[in-house]
């Protein structure tokens, strides 16, 4: 049995001298990320230069995450750009930096078995290195000598030759199993079958599991829990929006590059097909990248009706995107709102998203739209009132975990207390401007019951002049016939939640191959029904 490997790296010489010295600081101590310590007594001149450029793009980017709480899909693509990556090398650092991340809490627990201390006591670099060392040798279809001597290589040149031969006997442990003995080994402490099993097997927190777990038994799903799990840690297809009635006809030529067209929404694709900046219409930005759920939801409100409508004609409307930023469906409403004599206002209150809102809508005719920064609870502020009003609020983003690998482990359970006090203060400020008559759709992209199905039994409670409004009906008449027949089927499916969660729709990744996105639609009965009432 091999010993386990000393955290710090120190190794005797045959004198029995300690090497490595340049690991500890003047105190003797190990010293920490951000106090200035070394790793290495060698210049960086005399340090090996031989790491491969697509890991070092990985382990940059894993550094930025971990150091920076900076967001993996925003800062991999400047990395992959930096390194000059061809489009080989571009998956090959994708694939390690996506799966390291997303499979970080399995891979502590097993590293935690190969190290002689706690991983709290390593130094960050360290551990993000030996973190790539393992999605390497458990998870990718790389050699045992390859993954070790590379992620060797790697941490001599980025962070010095000190830890190295540290990080290379804790991977020969690591590699001293397979991926299914590992996940054996630390689950088996555990119920089989138990939220805490199942968050080691599927790498997950477990109490994100709980959430997962209680939401799909609310929505008639409690069967498929290791199907939604699975689905979390695959890799989202690229699906394409084509803004309706704005300059050329996009779709087509996406469809001719190999995209395929959805069968659930009109005007949707899903691309596999690499580059797509390089679609024609995507630098025009009348093709647009957006979750097929994103669209499908937009195109509902857009055509939503009510008990009371007569007239389904939307030509006049106002409609309110109250938390627009970065302006994907704001981009497509405001292109139905063109198309059919509507207008939009996209609210959005950090400057800075608020541009990205503005950038996103440029391609539709600008008497359609106005950009608003500003705090969405201050909306009153604008004396409108508003027919068809989004709130896609801020939330914990638990039905996004594909394409934020990072964010599952970021996420805290406290998180929630903040964020549904503002998801209840904007529905409120969004209650309060809906015109009588008008819908309002209420979105996550979580389908945590505290941010969903509570957020809407409460606002029906604190406003009992709205009406909850079958938000499967206002899907199937915005799908293609698969989509349409999609929804009936879950709405068949609806079970635990009570009598309201019939009329909520939750979408799943591993059903309809969306985010898991959640949708309410609410209707504030116009003036007429109140007076009749
Ligand atoms: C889930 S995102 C919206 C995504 C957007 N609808 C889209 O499809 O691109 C939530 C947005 O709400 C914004 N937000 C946060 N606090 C807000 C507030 N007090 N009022 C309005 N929006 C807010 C965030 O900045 C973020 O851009």
Known sequence: MSQTPHSDGSRRNAKGRERNRGQRNQQGERGRQGQGRRYSQKAPSQRSRRADPARTAAFKVLRAVSRDDAYANLVLPAEIRRATLDRRDAGFATELTYGALRAQGTYDSILSRCVDRGLDQLDAPILDALRLGVHQLLAMRVTTHA????????????IGAGPSGFVNAVLRRVSEKSMEQWVEEISGAEEAGSDAALAL?????????????QSLK???RGE?????LTADNASPEVHLVELPGVGQKRLASALEAGAAASHLVEGAAVFRGGDV??????PEGELRVQDIGSQWIARALAGAWTPETTDPDVAGERWLDLCAGPGGKAALLAALAAEHGATLLANEPAAHRAELVTKALSAVPAEAWSVRAGDGRSIAETSERYDRILIDAPCTGLGALRRRPESRWRRRPADLAELTVLQEELLDAGVGVLAPGGVLAYVTCSPHPAETLVQVEDVLRRHPEL?????HEAMASASLPAGAE????????????????SKLVQLWPHAHGTDAMFFALLHKPGRL?????
Do not use: C, F, Y
């Open 218 to 220: 609310m929505h008639g």
């Open 201 to 213: 097997q599927h790498a997950h927190p477990a109490w994100v599991v709980r959430a997962l777990k």
């Open 529 to 533: 029904q109140v007076q009749e009432q």
């Open 467 to 471: 009406q909850l409004l079958d938000a």
């Open 147 to 158: 993954a070790v001597n590379e992620t060797v290589g790697l941490v001599r040149a980025e």
């Open 486 to 501: 999609a929804m009936e089927a879950t709405a068949g499916q609806e079970a635990e939640g009570g009598s309201i969660s």
């Open 224 to 228: 498929e829990l290791q199907e939604l």
């Open 277 to 282: 900046g390089r679609l024609p219409g995507v």
